[in-house]
C-alpha cells in the first residue's frame, strides 16, 4: 500500500514497503533478455534493520496497523506531511478494539525492556534506588506518563522520533568515517614514530605505492548520469545499450514492484561503478570506504531526483530527472581518493580528543588497579584470619580430648588417681 510505503519511509529511511496501491505504468519487458530474472514475492522481503534501538517495536507497530482496515484506507489517502506532523495519529482512536489491545501489548513489552536496559546499566554503575518512571522520560519514541496504554501520542511520537532520528543517520554515519579515516592516519603515523629511519622509509614508499594502486581505476560514471545507468542496463541487466528505455529501466530495478525506487533500490544501482575502484581481494582497497562511497553516490541522486524529499523516487520524478541537462552531460564523479577527507587541524584536534581519552582510561584503569591490590590485600588478611582461626580450633579441640581422656602409663594405667 502507499500508505505503508511512506509511512515506512517517513519513520525509517531503510524500509521498504510491502504493498503496492499504486502502480507503476505498464511497460513490456522481454525477460528472455534480461540477466538473472526472477519474480520477487513483496510479502517476502524482510525489511532491512533501520538501526534504531527501538526497530524492533516500530517494524511490530506498523504491522499491527496494517491490519485494521480503517486505518489503512485513511493512510491510504495522506501525504508524507500528513503522517510527518502527526495529524493521522488521531486515527488511532478509531481502529479496532483488537488492534488496540495488541498496540497495548506491544507497549507494554517495550517499555518492560526500556526498563530492562536502564536497570542493566545502574547495576554496572552500581547504583541503587532506581526510578523507572523518572529515567523512562529519557526515551521519546513512547508515551511514558502511561506505560500500560498505546495512544494516539504514542504513535504521533513513535512517528516523529523515528522520522528525526534518521534524518540525522547519513550525518552520524558521514561523521563516523571521517573518524574512522584520521584514527587510520593517526595509527599509520603513530607507527612510523617506532621505526628506524630506513624501515620509516620503506613504510612510506610502501604507502605511496599503495595509494597509487588504488587511484589507477577506470573512470567512474557520474552516479545518475545516462551512462551510468546504461552501464547497468548492458552489464548487469544484458540488455543491447542501444535500446536502453528510462520507463523499462525503472521497471526492472523497481524490485518489490511497489512504484518506487528506495534508497536500497538505488544503492544497488552503483554496484558496478564501485567495483572499478574497489575489490576485496587488495590489500589497498578499503570496504569501508566503498560503502561511504555509495552513501555519497545514493545522497547526490537523491538530492538532484527526489522533488518532494520524501526519500522515495517516483516513476515520474526519475522520467524528469532523465530530461535534464546533468543526465546527459554531467559533471565527472570525484572519488574519495580525490577528495581530502580531512585537514591536518582537524586530525590534531582528533589526536588531542583520543590522547585525553586515553589519559582518562589510563586514570580509571589505575583506580581499578588499586581496587585490585586493595581487594587483594583484603583477600589474603581474611585468608590469614581464617587460618588463624582453624588454628584455633584445632587447639581448642585438642585440649578437649585431652580432657576426656586423661593421659595412661605403659601399662594404660592412669599416672595420676583421682581424689576420693
Known amino acids: 500500500m502507499r500508505w505503508r ?73 495522506a ?49 541503587t534506588g532506581i ?42 554515519r558521514h561523521e ?21 629511519e630506513e624501515k620509516r622509509k620503506e613504510e612510506e614508499s610502501k604507502f605511496e605505492e599503495m595509494r597509487k594502486k588504488h587511484e589507477n581505476h577506470p573512470k567512474v560514471n557520474h552516479p545518475g548520469s545516462k551512462d551510468q545507468l546504461k552501464e547497468v542496463w548492458e552489464e548487469t541487466d544484458g540488455l543491447d545499450p542501444n535500446d536502453f528505455d528510462p520507463k523499462t529501466f525503472f521497471k526492472l530495478h523497481d524490485v518489490n514492484n511497489d512504484g518506487f525506487l528506495d534508497e536500497q533500490e538505488l544503492e544497488a544501482l552503483f554496484t558496478k561503478e564501485l567495483e572499478k575502484v574497489y575489490d576485496p581481494k587488495n590489500e589497498e582497497d578499503d570496504m569501508v570506504e566503498m560503502e561511504e562511497e555509495r552513501l555519497r553516490m545514493r545522497e547526490h541522486v537523491m538530492n538532484e531526483v527526489d522533488a518532494n524529499k520524501d526519500r522515495l523516487v517516483t516513476l515520474d520524478e526519475f522520467l524528469k530527472a532523465t530530461e535534464k541537462k546533468e543526465f546527459l552531460e554531467p559533471d565527472s564523479w570525484e572519488t574519495l581518493d580525490q577528495q581530502q577527507l580531512f585537514t591536518e587541524e582537524e586530525l590534531k584536534e582528533y589526536e588531542n580528543l583520543i590522547s585525553l581519552q586515553e589519559s582518562e582510561l589510563k586514570k580509571k584503569a589505575d583506580e581499578l588497579q588499586k581496587q585490585k591490590e586493595e581487594l587483594q590485600r583484603q583477600h589474603d588478611q581474611l585468608e590469614a584470619q581464617k587460618l588463624e582461626y582453624h588454628q584455633v580450633v584445632q587447639q581448642m579441640e585438642q585440649k578437649k580430648l585431652q580432657q576426656e581422656f586423661p593421659p595412661s602409663g605403659p601399662g594404660g594405667e592412669l599416672k595420676f588417681q583421682p581424689r576420693m
Open 131 to 172: 526510578d523507572h518512571h523518572a529515567l523512562l522520560k529519557q526515551f521519546d519514541h513512547l508515551n511514558h506518563l502511561n506505560p500500560d496504554k498505546f495512544e494516539s501520542t504514542d504513535l504521533d511520537m513513535l512517528i516523529k522520533a523515528a522520522t528525526s532520528d534518521l534524518e540525522h543517520y547519513d550525518k552520524t
Open 79 to 127: 501525504d508524507i506531511e500528513e503522517i510527518k506532523s502527526g495529524r493521522l495519529s488521531k486515527e488511532l482512536d478509531l481502529v479496532s478494539h483488537h488492534v488496540r489491545t495488541k498496540l497495548d501489548e506491544l507497549k507494554r513489552q517495550e517499555v518492560a525492556r526500556l526498563r530492562m536496559l536502564i536497570k542493566a546499566k545502574l547495576d554496572s554503575l552500581q547504583d
Open 5 to 77: 510505503t511512506i509511512l515506512l519511509q517517513c519513520c525509517f529511511l531503510l524500509i521498504s514497503c510491502l504493498l503496492t496501491a499504486l502502480k507503476a505504468v505498464p511497460i513490456d519487458i522481454d525477460k528472455t533478455k534480461v540477466k538473472n530474472t526472477q519474480p520477487v514475492d513483496s510479502a517476502k522481503i524482510e525489511p532491512p534493520d533501520t538501526g534504531l534501538y527501538y526497530d524492533e517495536y516500530l517494524k511490530q507497530v506498523i504491522d499491527v496497523l496494517e491490519t485494521d482496515n480503517h486505518f489503512r484506507e485513511k493512510l491510504q489517502k
Open 176 to 196: 563516523e568515517f571521517k573518524k574512522y579515516e584520521m584514527m587510520k592516519e593517526h595509527e599509520r603515523r603513530e607507527y612510523l614514530k617506532t621505526l628506524n
